[in-house]
């Protein structure tokens, strides 16, 4: 989750891993219709295009979806929509072949219960035979030596420097981990040459790669393939840095299949429609 984020700041920050936008294009080859949650500026959803496919995009942050609705009008493309919605309460009906969750979207999800109820929504907006494709940072091998009980790291470390225009920043992050709860903390530092530093931070809870398989599992999902990387090495729950993940729903499923909600978190939140690009 982005909290007190300038959209500027957080895009020229995080970038993306390397190999990524070759992967999801290359996972979304041949589909029809692709789905990306947590969509931020359009920096996959933008590489995805090709004739007759249909794509949305659909993000909670108002400054990154006004940054893809831009980045997207300025190619010659087919419709694409841009939707103003929550991924764990969200309602487009229509279904996709392919719905995907780049770059560590997934830990935007801060309890158990936002995460069962993101997949309970990516399984009804799933084709028959559809994919959940997905990449995350992997903390298992950190998380299984680490203390019970919070650790700070205090100290903002530097970790490179950005340019927005005329401006340059050196920017440094500290984090706060509390491994119970699986939550990361993270602020980050913008100093600039002459005048106030500009504090942010961005809040994850990491999925475990057993706790994501189960999880999947426990919505609906029976076949899974999980690797340690964009070119499909084996995951190592030891050394692996990356976990890339893909779940296929039933071609059939037999009986329905219906999903377990959390109490009270049935009923599914608005969506607003940011444009349609094309």
Not at 9 to 18: C, K, M, P, W
Not at 20 to 35: E, H, P, T
Not at 203 to 218: K, S, T
């Amino acid at each position: 989750m982005i909290v007190d984020y300038p959209a500027d700041l957080y895009v020229a920050t995080h970038t993306g891993n390397d190999g990524d936008v070759a992967f999801y294009r290359d996972s979304c080859a041949g589909v029809k219709s692709v789905l990306e949650l947590g969509c931020g500026n359009a920096r996959i959803l933008s590489q995805l295009h090709e004739p007759s496919r249909r794509l949305v995009g659909l993000d909670t942050n108002p400054e990154l979806l006004a940054m893809a609705s831009a980045r997207l009008g300025h190619q010659r493309q087919p419709a694409i929509e841009l939707i103003q919605a929550d991924m764990q309460s969200f309602q487009l009906g229509e279904q996709f072949e392919r719905i995907i969750i780049p770059y560590s979207g997934l830990y935007c999800l801060l309890d158990d219960i936002a995460l069962r109820n993101c997949l309970a929504c990516i399984w009804d907006h799933l084709c028959p035979g559809g994919q959940l494709v997905l990449d995350a940072y992997a903390i298992d091998n950190v998380h299984d030596q680490g203390p019970m009980e919070t650790t700070r790291h205090e100290r903002f470390s530097p970790i490179g420097t950005i340019s927005l225009g005329d401006l340059h920043y050196e920017v440094a992050e500290r984090t706060i981990w509390n491994h119970d709860q699986q939550n990361l903390d993270v602020w980050y530092r913008y100093q600039p040459v002459a005048g106030k530093p500009i504090y942010t931070r961005l809040q994850h809870r990491y999925v475990l790669a057993r706790q994501l398989r189960d999880a999947a599992r426990a919505t609906g999902f029976k076949r899974m393939d999980m690797w340690g990387g964009f070119h499909r090495p084996p995951y190592d729950p030891t050394g692996s840095d990356l976990i890339v993940f893909r779940a296929t729903k039933p071609a059939t499923t037999g009986l329905p299949v219906k999903p377990g909600r959390a109490p009270g978190q049935a009923n599914r939140g608005p969506t607003s429609k940011i444009a349609t690009v094309g």
